[in-house]
Every structure is written in C-alpha cells, then in structure tokens.
C-alpha cells in the first residue's frame, strides 16, 4: 500500500525536484517547532516557569489558534515528506515510534487545554496539572529528539 503512495505522480515529481522537497522540509521543521514551542510555552506557564504575569487561560486563549494551525502545517508537510518514501518510513520502528510519540503528545496537549479553564479558577494550579504539563513537555521534547534520530538510525530522511 505505501509503495504505491510512493509512485503516485505528484509524489514522483515532489522528491526528485529538489527545491519543492526542500521547500516542504523547511515548512515542516518551522511549523513543528511553532506548535511544539506554544505547547511548551502553556505547559511552563503551568508548571510556574515561564510568563508569571500572564493569566493562563488568557495565555492558552492567545495560542491555541496558532498551535493547532502549526500542527495542520506539520501535519501536510510531514505527510508530504513521508510519502516520498512510505514504504521505507513505513516499516522502520523509530518511525513508528516517534508517530507514537507525536500521538501522545497531541492527547496531553489536548487534555491540558480542556483543564485550563478549570484550573484557571482555582487559587493555585493543582499537582496533578503539573504532572500533565511536565509529561507533555516530556513527550514533544521525546518527539523532537525522535525525530532529529531517525535518519541516524535507519538511513531515512
């Protein structure tokens, strides 16, 4: 199935013009670190690190929208990237991996933008939002270093 993706014609003329596919990798790295840097700029303000005087919600109010428009690029661009060799990409555990990496956490993130309100509310951000936020920095700081590993340990990329 992902070797045919392979040799679609769109995809046949995407990777072996140079300049598109280096088009659409700079589109990708900008945008993944877009999202993942507003990801993380919530999950610090939760954990008390980063941007004090800003209320969180407010915060959250301000970069939900370009977090997820960042994670549309990501999402197109990594695509476009993935199908000029899915039927390599598709078969490597790194990659499998790291899509899991990725899939955890878009869900943490998800979960703490949904709290957020809640625990706006309350005099003092609780524990367990700490927790989520801290693993949610763990799981896009995991993805990035996935993601920077896979040419090295499977060639791709």
Do not use: C
Request: net charge negative.
């Amino acid at each position: 199935m992902w070797e045919a993706l392979e040799h679609v014609h769109w995809v046949t003329v995407l990777g072996s013009t140079g300049w598109m596919y280096e088009l659409v990798s700079v589109i990708h790295y900008f945008s993944t670190f877009f999202f993942i840097g507003t990801i993380m700029l919530v999950d610090l303000r939760i954990l008390g690190i980063a941007d004090h005087n800003q209320v969180i919600s407010h915060l959250v109010d301000q970069l939900v929208p370009w977090t997820w428009i960042g994670f549309g690029f990501s999402i197109v661009s990594g695509f476009l990237e993935f199908a000029t060799d899915a039927g390599d990409y598709s078969t490597v555990n790194p990659f499998r991996v790291k899509i899991l990496v990725i899939l955890l956490g878009v869900m943490f993130a998800l979960i703490v933008q949904w709290n957020v309100p809640k625990w706006n509310r309350l005099p003092v951000i609780p524990v367990g939002a700490k927790i989520l936020a801290s693993i949610s920095l763990l799981l896009w700081i995991g993805s990035i270093l996935a993601a920077t590993e896979l040419p090295a340990l499977t060639g791709l990329g």
